[in-house]
């Protein structure tokens, strides 16, 4: 019996995952695809932005969406059952495509492929770790010495091994493939620096490739036939030996609204925000005062990308939600009274 492979894709808040994945489905073809996608917050921007991508290939049923906390710690009560359902389908997916929310560790969920249930039925074909060059240039995620050393000293904030650093490089070491992503946003010469010191943090073997806006082709990210869960020992961990982990380092919480006066308010309004309370992440869709299309807010750190997706569909509630991640102690209260002004109720 073959087993159906399964492509994790990983990475940090902003890497570029979604839109990886909207570029997979755009060039999947026929091929069927499932996608179980694990979102941080409580409401499924990600899930959003990838339905109508490619129907024939991954229609609405394909689409499965965990919102009940990191698919790493929720692998038995959400991830297990919704992979057997998949499985148990009379006509499977071809391929399963899971996207991990930015905080997840990759290895317990490599690991629950090994549980019974799903391991003569399924297999991880590759890990894909998505790294956000522009970020790393600025030493954001760094790991060797002299990185951490230069960015201690522009930043006292990163004074100390943070929860966020450990989980870059544990994804890292998990990984069969790293995509350098977003790669229009350095120099070559940087971009080149940046290969360097990736190439001592992963594994002997493992693939780099650089992107843009996540345009890989399909066939280069699915059939590495890795079976990742055969080789667990050789992925490293900080939290190897560890019975569980947590991510309550972090705060989120959505802001929900109605349509703003323009693109441009919204962004006045966010930057001095997101400066101020150090936000990690800000993400989700928005209404727009006399415009038949919803905006698409996809933002990392200080820095704002944003387009008009689709036309606002009959029925479909016009409406602002953006999900808002930081790390703990985020002034959820002092944010929204900044937003309010801008984002009608």
């Known amino acids: 019996m073959n087993k159906i492979p399964a492509t994790v894709i990983t990475g940090f808040l902003g890497a570029g995952k979604t839109t990886l994945l909207r570029h997979i489905l755009t060039h999947a073809?026929?091929?069927?695809?499932?996608?179980?996608?694990?979102?941080?917050?409580?409401?499924?921007?990600?899930g959003e932005l990838v339905r109508g991508c490619n129907e024939e290939a991954c229609g609405e049923d394909d689409i499965v969406e965990l919102a009940n906390g990191c698919i790493c710690c929720t692998v038995a009560d959400d991830f297990l059952p919704t992979m057997q359902r998949l499985l148990d389908r009379p006509e499977p997916p071809e391929h399963i495509i899971i996207e991990t929310s930015g905080l997840a560790l990759p290895k317990p969920l490599i690991k629950a492929f090994q549980w019974p249930a799903?391991?003569?039925?399924?297999?991880?074909?590759?890990?894909?770790?998505?790294?956000?060059?522009d970020a790393l240039a600025q030493g954001r995620f760094a790991h060797d010495e002299a990185a951490l050393a230069l960015a201690r000293a522009a930043d006292p904030t990163l004074d100390h091994d943070t929860p966020l650093e450990e989980l870059f490089e544990d994804q890292l070491a998990s990984a069969d493939l790293v995509v350098l992503n977003?790669?229009?946003?350095?120099?070559?010469?940087?971009?080149?620096?940046?290969?360097t010191e990736l190439a001592t943090q992963v594994r002997p073997g493992v693939r780099r490739l650089k992107a843009r806006h996540g345009a890989l082709d399909p066939a280069v990210l699915l059939g590495l036939c890795a079976a990742a869960e055969d080789d667990l020992d050789a992925r490293r961990s900080h939290h190897d030996g560890a019975d569980d982990h947590d991510h309550d380092d972090f705060d989120s919480f959505v802001l929900t609204g109605g349509p703003v006066a323009s693109p441009e308010a919204l962004l006045a309004a966010l930057e001095p925000v997101i400066r101020a309370h150090d936000i990690l992440r800000v993400k989700g869709t928005v209404a727009v005062a006399a415009k038949p299309a919803r905006l698409v807010l996809q933002g990392v750190g200080p820095r704002l990308q944003h387009h008009f997706d689709r036309a606002w569909k009959p029925g479909e509630a016009v409406r602002t939600q953006l999900v808002v991640i930081g790390e703990k102690g985020l002034d959820e209260s002092a944010i929204r009274q900044a937003l309010t002004r801008v984002i009608a109720s």
């Open 29 to 46: 073809g026929a091929r069927r695809l499932a996608l179980i996608i694990n979102e941080f917050g409580d409401v499924g921007i990600d």
């Open 118 to 133: 799903i391991r003569t039925r399924a297999s991880v074909d590759g890990v894909i770790a998505l790294v956000d060059a």
């Open 182 to 195: 977003k790669t229009d946003l350095v120099s070559n010469e940087t971009l080149e620096r940046l290969e």
